[in-house]
Structure formats: structure tokens, C-alpha cells
């Protein structure tokens, strides 16, 4: 069975994340459900993984993490939530616009 | 989940106790909390829901490199090749247990043989002179057999010596394993205990009775009993329950997993080296007080009295010499 390049996909683990924060704010696990959930099963990111995901983007600027009650009644445990920023709406544009040159490129080489 | 938590814990072990690796700990447990509570939701088992929590947890490597923990984890996977820390496994935790009571055992016993020998002389003290001179034989050889007890309870636990010199750690379920062991020898600590002190207080209570008596020696000699066998109770329980603190300090305080004891308590402070010998010497120098004058005066019906005296002033002495800070 073909298994996903970790190396190639490491390079995308933040469009993801942007192209879902796109949508609406978000925490780790539902993220992680939806990655899941969008590539048919194809693709598990790991825990760690997507935390350094979050460390590393939150550094660059391109997502803001903010707490929110885990349910609305405001009963239970405080949950991070991730938003998407301004700057990570640009570097979700240029990651999709690498992405198609790379995949223009390598498509070009590749027999089926 | 109590073994994801421990799962999480055993990763983060060894890295230094900050915020970011606070944070991330929790931040991932709660993405661990949440899979698995889905996956039980769906009706998986609780093994199942584990193992598949753990299997796609990843590994830290590469999160220390974006927490900046890389020199951290580096400098701590050179300190761990160039001084391993040796682990101590639940057996082991268990057998260093079994020594370590033995080791108290035979010290209290050699405590006690010591304390014991002076009833000795004392109680042939009042008898003929080939008795008489039997006493101070007889107590000598209780000092030796005491004092062999006391080395020999050194050797016992030789092949633990490491604990203290290397850099030693315990995970989570062994430190739960010596606390429970801890928690069911604490009510053998405290009737030990209790039982020690109160043989030692009412100690003085043969001297009164036999007082009158026309051999007035067995008071004292009794006393000397009383205290040894309280003395016994003390170091015992005492020492035994010390190794269950030892063994749950071994861990580093500054990583993560921290202690799983107590901090060790400070010991006692002297305001200067003066009053430390005082305090230190007080007990040896009032016995030998105590049976010089006994002897001498040959009232051993009144010179119990010298003991409460001196154990008044003992609390007058360390109240003295101690210093607070």
C-alpha cells in the first residue's frame, strides 16, 4: 500500500491547518478530525505534529490562539482555540500558489 | 486515560520545567483526552482507544525543536550518554524495601544492645565479688555484639550505595507502588512510634517502684531495658520509613516529572559549632554522669532522678543553641 511522503506532506501541515482556520476558528483535536475527514483517511496527522504547527505558525504571526469554554453553557474545562490572522491569510495564498507551481512541475515528470 | 496521562508523563520526563513545555504538555493531553473520549464514544474498548491514542501521538523530537528545547534536549540526551541515570524498575523498588527494613532492623537491634549493656554492671553491682566483675565483661560483650549489629546493617544494603551518588529515577508507577508501600507501613510507624516514646517516658517508673526495695539495683537496670526497647521502636520505624522517602526523592526536581517526595527537611541548625557539640554530646555525657555518680554513691534508688532533670534541660539547651533561620 502507497503511504503518504512524510517529507513532501511536511512542507503542506500548515496549509491545512490555515485552509481549515479559514473557515472558522478551531481547536487541536477537531482540527485534526477534519484533516482526517477532508483526505478521506488518508492522511492522520500526528499530536505532536499539529502542536508544533500551532507553536511555530502562532510564533510567525499567522494564527492567534485565544480560551473558550468548552461547551456554550459555560460549564467545564477552558479549550484553546486557534484563529486565522491577516499574515496567515497571505502565507496561505503564497503556500497555494507554490503548491501549484510544484505540482506543475513534478506532474510533468510523473507517468501513470 | 490514567495510562495516556502516564504515557505523556514518561515523554516529557526529562525536559527542563518551563511555561512552553507546561503548555504543550497540557495542550496535548487535552488533543489525546478528546480522541480518546470520541473513540469511546464510538463504542471502541478501552485498550483499543488507547493504543490507538498512543500510536499517532508522534514523538517530541520534532516538537522541541519548535518549542526552542532544542540545546535542552540535546544537552540532556549528552548528560544522559555521557552519566546515564539509572532507572529503578518496581522490583527493584520492591527488594531495596525488603532491605532496607532488614537494615533497620539489625541497626536497632545494635542500637539497642548498646543502650542495654549498662544494666548489666549495674545489676551485678550488688552481689558478690566474682559477680561484680562478671558485669562490666557481660557489658562489653553486649557493646561488641551491639556495635557488630550496627556494622554489619551498613553492609546489608551495600549494593544500593548507588542511590544518592548516581543520578538515579523512578517513573510514575513505581513512585504510586513505594507510596502505597509507605502509606501501609505508616500504622506500623506510628504504634512503633507511640509505643517508643512512652516505654522511654515512663522508663524512670521501676527506679520508683524497687526504690524501696532491698535490691535497689533492678531499677535501674530496668530502666536501661525499657529504653533500649524503645530506642529499638524509634530507629526502626524510623529508618525504615526514611527509605521510603529516599526512594521517592531520587528524581530530579528540575525536569518536568519533579519530585514525586517531599523536599528533604532541613536539618537542624546550630548558632555556632560550639552549641552543635553541646546539643550532640548532651545525651552520652549525662550517662556517663548518671553512672558515675550512681556507682559511686551507690543510690541507685535516687539517681534516676538525674533523667527528667536532664530532659527538662535538654529542650532549654536546644532552644539555645538552635538557630531559626
Same mark, same amino acid.
Given at each position: 500500500m502507497t503511504e503518504i511522503s512524510s517529507d513532501v506532506i511536511r512542507g503542506y501541515n500548515d496549509t491545512m491547518i490555515l485552509f481549515i482556520l479559514e473557515q472558522e476558528p478551531s481547536y487541536g483535536y477537531e482540527i485534526s478530525k477534519q484533516i482526517k475527514r477532508i483526505s478521506d483517511g488518508k492522511y492522520l496527522i500526528k499530536e505532536t505534529t499539529l502542536y508544533s504547527a500551532f507553536t511555530r505558525m502562532e510564533k510567525n504571526g499567522y494564527i492567534e490562539s485565544f480560551t473558550q469554554e468548552q461547551d456554550p453553557e459555560g460549564n467545564g474545562k477552558k479549550r484553546t482555540y486557534y484563529r486565522i490572522t491577516d499574515s496567515g491569510r497571505e502565507y496561505y495564498r503564497a503556500k497555494c500558489d507554490e503548491w501549484s507551481l510544484t505540482k506543475e512541475v513534478v506532474e510533468r515528470f510523473i507517468k501513470i | 486515560m490514567e495510562t495516556i496521562k502516564n504515557y505523556l508523563e514518561a515523554m516529557f520526563a526529562g525536559l527542563p520545567d518551563t511555561a512552553e513545555v507546561r503548555k504543550a504538555k497540557a495542550e496535548l493531553l487535552q488533543m489525546m483526552e478528546d480522541k480518546y473520549n470520541e473513540l469511546r464514544a464510538e463504542g471502541q474498548s478501552e485498550n483499543t482507544a488507547v493504543g490507538t491514542v498512543i500510536s499517532e501521538f508522534g514523538n517530541l523530537d520534532e516538537l522541541a525543536d519548535d518549542l526552542?528545547?532544542?540545546?535542552?534536549?540535546?544537552?540532556?540526551?549528552? /548528560?544522559?550518554?555521557?552519566?546515564? @541515570?539509572?532507572?529503578? #524498575?518496581?522490583?527493584?523498588? /520492591?527488594?531495596?524495601?525488603?532491605? @532496607?527494613?532488614?537494615? #533497620?532492623?539489625?541497626r536497632a537491634v545494635g542500637v539497642m544492645l548498646c543502650i542495654i549493656s549498662v544494666a548489666c554492671p549495674i545489676i551485678t553491682s550488688q552481689g558478690d565479688t566474682q559477680i561484680v566483675l562478671a558485669g562490666p565483661s557481660l557489658m562489653f560483650v553486649c557493646i561488641a555484639l551491639g556495635v557488630g549489629f550496627i556494622v554489619y546493617s551498613g553492609f546489608v544494603d551495600s549494593e544500593w550505595k548507588f542511590i544518592g551518588k548516581q543520578l538515579c529515577f523512578i517513573d510514575m508507577n513505581t513512585a504510586s507502588y513505594v507510596k502505597e508501600r509507605r502509606k501501609s507501613f505508616e500504622g506500623v510507624r506510628a504504634i512503633c512510634l507511640t509505643l517508643g516514646i512512652v516505654l522511654c517516658i515512663v522508663c524512670w517508673v521501676p527506679c520508683l517502684l524497687f526504690s524501696a526495695s532491698a535490691r535497689v539495683t533492678i531499677g535501674p537496670a530496668l530502666m536501661f531495658l525499657l529504653v533500649g526497647i524503645g530506642v529499638f521502636l524509634i530507629v526502626y520505624a524510623n529508618s525504615a520509613s526514611k527509605g521510603f522517602d529516599m526512594l521517592l526523592r531520587v528524581n530530579d526536581t528540575k525536569t518536568i516529572s519533579g519530585g514525586y517526595g517531599e523536599p528533604a527537611p532541613s536539618e537542624m541548625k546550630y548558632v555556632s559549632k560550639t552549641a552543635e557539640t553541646i546539643v550532640l554530646c548532651y545525651w552520652p555525657v549525662v550517662t556517663c554522669l548518671y553512672l558515675i555518680v550512681s556507682f559511686l554513691s551507690?543510690?541507685?534508688?535516687?539517681?534516676?532522678?538525674?533523667?527528667?532533670?536532664?530532659?527538662?534541660?535538654?529542650?532549654a539547651v536546644v532552644i539555645n543553641c538552635r538557630s531559626d533561620d
Amino acid at each position: 500500500m502507497t503511504e503518504i511522503s512524510s517529507d513532501v506532506i511536511r512542507g503542506y501541515n500548515d496549509t491545512m491547518i490555515l485552509f481549515i482556520l479559514e473557515q472558522e476558528p478551531s481547536y487541536g483535536y477537531e482540527i485534526s478530525k477534519q484533516i482526517k475527514r477532508i483526505s478521506d483517511g488518508k492522511y492522520l496527522i500526528k499530536e505532536t505534529t499539529l502542536y508544533s504547527a500551532f507553536t511555530r505558525m502562532e510564533k510567525n504571526g499567522y494564527i492567534e490562539s485565544f480560551t473558550q469554554e468548552q461547551d456554550p453553557e459555560g460549564n467545564g474545562k477552558k479549550r484553546t482555540y486557534y484563529r486565522i490572522t491577516d499574515s496567515g491569510r497571505e502565507y496561505y495564498r503564497a503556500k497555494c500558489d507554490e503548491w501549484s507551481l510544484t505540482k506543475e512541475v513534478v506532474e510533468r515528470f510523473i507517468k501513470i | 486515560m490514567e495510562t495516556i496521562k502516564n504515557y505523556l508523563e514518561a515523554m516529557f520526563a526529562g525536559l527542563p520545567d518551563t511555561a512552553e513545555v507546561r503548555k504543550a504538555k497540557a495542550e496535548l493531553l487535552q488533543m489525546m483526552e478528546d480522541k480518546y473520549n470520541e473513540l469511546r464514544a464510538e463504542g471502541q474498548s478501552e485498550n483499543t482507544a488507547v493504543g490507538t491514542v498512543i500510536s499517532e501521538f508522534g514523538n517530541l523530537d520534532e516538537l522541541a525543536d519548535d518549542l526552542g528545547l532544542k540545546n535542552e534536549v540535546q544537552e540532556f540526551n549528552d /548528560a544522559e550518554s555521557a552519566n546515564p @541515570r539509572r532507572q529503578i #524498575s518496581r522490583d527493584e523498588a /520492591a527488594s531495596f524495601i525488603e532491605n @532496607r527494613i532488614r537494615k #533497620s532492623l539489625f541497626r536497632a537491634v545494635g542500637v539497642m544492645l548498646c543502650i542495654i549493656s549498662v544494666a548489666c554492671p549495674i545489676i551485678t553491682s550488688q552481689g558478690d565479688t566474682q559477680i561484680v566483675l562478671a558485669g562490666p565483661s557481660l557489658m562489653f560483650v553486649c557493646i561488641a555484639l551491639g556495635v557488630g549489629f550496627i556494622v554489619y546493617s551498613g553492609f546489608v544494603d551495600s549494593e544500593w550505595k548507588f542511590i544518592g551518588k548516581q543520578l538515579c529515577f523512578i517513573d510514575m508507577n513505581t513512585a504510586s507502588y513505594v507510596k502505597e508501600r509507605r502509606k501501609s507501613f505508616e500504622g506500623v510507624r506510628a504504634i512503633c512510634l507511640t509505643l517508643g516514646i512512652v516505654l522511654c517516658i515512663v522508663c524512670w517508673v521501676p527506679c520508683l517502684l524497687f526504690s524501696a526495695s532491698a535490691r535497689v539495683t533492678i531499677g535501674p537496670a530496668l530502666m536501661f531495658l525499657l529504653v533500649g526497647i524503645g530506642v529499638f521502636l524509634i530507629v526502626y520505624a524510623n529508618s525504615a520509613s526514611k527509605g521510603f522517602d529516599m526512594l521517592l526523592r531520587v528524581n530530579d526536581t528540575k525536569t518536568i516529572s519533579g519530585g514525586y517526595g517531599e523536599p528533604a527537611p532541613s536539618e537542624m541548625k546550630y548558632v555556632s559549632k560550639t552549641a552543635e557539640t553541646i546539643v550532640l554530646c548532651y545525651w552520652p555525657v549525662v550517662t556517663c554522669l548518671y553512672l558515675i555518680v550512681s556507682f559511686l554513691s551507690f543510690r541507685w534508688d535516687l539517681t534516676w532522678i538525674i533523667w527528667p532533670i536532664a530532659a527538662v534541660s535538654y529542650r532549654a539547651v536546644v532552644i539555645n543553641c538552635r538557630s531559626d533561620d
